[in-house]
């Protein structure tokens, strides 16, 4: 019986000396590349759940105008595709010309989309720095 302790004690020591050695963290790392494209960074519109994707589409390209206060009003029109009422959320994230974003990014307002219906959806900037934006859809919660 003696025997058969002293190895198991010795490899069971040996194997959490062993495994102590693996978790060392060797320095700084380079960041990864993501799986998915960064559409949020180059479409005007992202569609943010699976969900939002079978269910929701843009028609035509949204609008944006500079009122004469130098803000930009950016509408878009969202439209349901199925046969059923369904409520989205958007919000609007405000760039200025290098897609940098500006610090002006709209709550989540809702929107009731009735069975194959079309909403038009507004959002203003806060300031006269936003000249691109980027629209985010998802389900509402």
């Known amino acids: 019986m003696k025997l058969i302790l002293l190895p198991t004690i010795t ?8 495994a102590g050695c693996r978790t060392y963290d060797k320095g700084p790392y380079t960041p990864q590349p993501s799986k998915t494209p960064a559409y949020e960074s180059t479409e005007p519109v992202v569609l ?3 969900g939002v994707r079978r269910s929701v589409t843009v028609t035509g390209q949204p ?5 004469p206060d130098g803000r930009l009003e950016v509408t878009v ?11 989205v959320q958007a919000n609007c994230v ?5 897609g940098i974003g500006t610090g002006d990014e709209t709550p989540f307002v809702p929107v009731i989309l009735t069975e ?3 909403e038009q959806v507004k959002f203003v900037s806060i300031n ?10 998802r389900q509402a919660r």
């Open 116 to 118: 194959n219906a079309t």
């Open 77 to 87: 029109l969202l439209r349901n595709r199925e046969n059923r009422r369904i409520e």
């Open 94 to 98: 405000f760039k200025d010309v290098n």
């Open 63 to 67: 609008f944006a105008q500079t009122l």
């Open 48 to 50: 943010l759940d699976r």
């Open 11 to 18: 490899l069971a020591a040996a194997t959490l000396l062993l």
């Open 128 to 137: 006269d720095r936003a000249k691109r934006f980027t629209i985010r859809v």
